[in-house]
């Protein structure tokens, strides 16, 4: 998975927000989508929630908030943006807060950094079982790979707080999954300019692969399209109780414990 260092961490929101990417109205439309399939949400964790910008929006609509995010330098950022917030620093596909949420959210495209449908299948039970009876999970998908386009190049050139700041992306197909190097330059005006780069590599899961990996966790998901990036959103939700099987092998557990 990708490490997201010092540098990119740097520039990672001032990339965004010159870009015009609106936290605030995304926040709203996630908690619409999700609040018509619980409307009682009164906990959400955000996984892999980067430096908090999402999460930060999405606490003023619910009352207790959490964040998870592996990449040390990001966290750092997330940490210091939510005050009073639990953000832990912790890996998606092997997480355990000791708690239930009544909404999970994974946002831009950060499943994709999963290698393997095994992953994807351990990090959705993860999910499942932070999940409180009739929760629901959001999750941002990459590209499938039918709309995957390959060669795609992106480009901007943002200022902000005092920055310049040039980014080139080049994004390719290697067999299941696609690799994006990234190029950029920062100028500001006490230090000159800047140069560094990054590599990432996504795995192009098919939307089949996805809803059968939800479903194997024990939720009923849909997909919704659209979404922040066109990439479209797949919500899925808990039963209202655990199953039955579940509750047996809890209790058989909790008998093994006795002895």
Avoid: N
């Amino acid at each position: 998975m990708s490490s997201y260092g010092a540098d990119h961490a740097d520039v990672y929101d001032a990339v965004y927000r010159g870009r015009g990417k609106d936290y605030a109205a995304e926040a709203d439309d996630v908690m619409r989508l999700l609040r018509e399939r619980r409307p009682d949400i009164g906990s959400l964790l955000d996984v892999a929630c980067g430096t908090g910008a999402h999460l930060d929006a999405l606490r003023k609509s619910v009352d207790h908030v959490e964040g998870v995010e592996l990449a040390p330098a990001m966290h750092a950022l997330a940490v210091e943006r939510l005050p009073g917030v639990a953000v832990h620093h912790d890996d998606m596909r092997t997480f355990d807060l000791g708690r239930t949420f009544d909404a999970i959210t994974c946002m831009f495209s950060s499943v994709g950094y999963l290698t393997s449908t095994e992953e994807l299948d351990r990090t959705l039970a993860v999910f499942r079982r932070h999940l409180t009876p009739g929760g629901v999970v959001l999750v941002e998908p990459w590209w499938f790979p039918e709309e995957f386009l390959d060669g795609y190049i992106g480009s901007a050139v943002v200022e902000v707080d005092g920055r310049t700041i040039a980014r080139v992306s080049h994004t390719v197909r290697e067999g299941d999954s696609t690799r994006m190097t990234v190029e950029y330059t920062v100028g500001e005006p006490a230090t000159g300019l800047r140069r560094f780069s990054d590599t990432h590599v996504l795995s192009l899961f098919t939307r089949e692969q996805y809803e059968r990996a939800f479903e194997r966790a024990g939720l009923a998901v849909e997909y919704v399209i659209g979404g922040p990036s066109g990439r479209g959103l797949f919500l899925a939700t808990a039963p209202d109780a655990a199953p039955a099987s579940a509750l047996a092998a809890a209790s058989g557990e909790q008998a093994r414990e006795a002895r």
